[in-house]
């Protein structure tokens, strides 16, 4: 029933900027704890971010201090700031209903000069 369709992904130079937005139909995306998650070539999936419907946030070590998530209630969207990006960002990321099966199509990140 919950549809997550995410925007914002594209080519970036290395420490650049990109917003990543998830938006949400079927329910109301503070009801549940969401996180973004990405996935390079070859790789596993690897959780990016989380936030809980009260607002606390957790990061992946390897994102702090450059990635930040947040939620707008009324536009029903979760979004992941992206700053000071590297090429090691570089993947697939994904918005996810987390424990559930619920998740975005997906849009590509890359980070490259």
């Known amino acids: 029933q919950v549809q997550l369709v995410e925007s914002g992904g594209g080519l970036v130079q290395p420490g650049g900027s990109l917003r990543l937005s998830c938006a949400a139909s079927?329910?109301?995306?503070?009801?549940?704890?969401m996180g973004w998650f990405r996935q390079s070539p070859g790789k596993q999936r690897e959780l990016v971010a989380s936030?809980?419907?009260?607002?606390?946030?957790n990061y992946a070590e390897f994102v702090k201090g450059r990635f930040t998530i947040f939620r707008d209630n009324a536009k029903n969207t979760v979004y992941l700031q992206m700053n000071s990006l590297e090429p090691e960002d570089t993947a697939v990321y994904y918005c996810?209903?987390?424990?559930?099966?619920?998740w975005g199509q997906g849009t590509q990140v890359t980070v490259s000069s």
């Open positions: 996810h209903v987390r424990f559930t099966d619920y």
């Open positions: 079927g329910s109301r995306v503070s009801l549940y704890l």
């Open positions: 936030i809980t419907s009260n607002g606390n946030t």
